[in-house]
């Protein structure tokens, strides 16, 4: 009987609850140490994910962006390529001719390229008595008139052409004062 009295008295109850209590504190931690890590692992898929579909929505953008201007590029180019064609026609049209069918032969011509330049939506641009702007024309030489008022141009050599705003060619003149 001995030995069952010192085993009943070895048996505390009370001790035990406590270190139940101390391990339940470490479980706890470990369950939330998880929960952490998953939602910093999402919120930096999450974040990841809205970056790539900005990046994409960016690349769309652009790409649109640089079709539309190299059509504008393409057109402006070709209509450049014909502008000595027009400025030809120009000279052969100020020439006095005795010869009616020829003159009117390269007035038709004239008309049919205007017309094309103008469905195109080219534009002439640099008249004598103009303002002389700097972003529109090339100043080749400079003549003192008192009759006309400062910047202003008094002959242009060859006219300049825009494509909406966009400068095809720039228009030389001749600046007065």
Request: aromatic content about 8%.
């Amino acid at each position: 009987m001995a030995k069952k009295n010192k085993e009943e008295k070895t048996e505390p109850i009370q001790p035990e609850a406590q270190p139940e209590q101390v391990r339940e504190l470490p479980e706890q931690a470990a369950q939330e140490a998880p929960v952490v890590d998953w939602e910093a692992k999402y919120n930096a898929e999450h974040d990841a994910r809205l970056r790539v579909a900005a990046e994409y929505d960016n690349y769309r953008k652009r790409t649109q962006k640089e079709k539309d201007a190299s059509y504008s590029n393409g057109k402006s180019d070709a209509l450049s390529k014909l502008l000595p064609v027009y400025d030809d026609l120009e000279r052969a049209l100020a020439q006095p001719t005795e010869d009616a069918a020829y003159k009117k032969g390269v007035e038709m011509t004239m008309n049919e390229l205007v017309k094309i330049f103008t469905g195109l939506g080219l534009e002439a641009f640099g008249a004598p008595g103009d303002t002389f702007d700097p972003n529109l024309h090339n100043a080749v030489m400079h003549a003192e008139d008192p009759e006309l008022g400062e910047n202003t141009i008094s002959a242009v050599f060859q006219k300049g052409f825009r494509l909406g705003d966009k400068v095809v060619r720039f228009a030389m003149v001749q600046v007065a004062n």
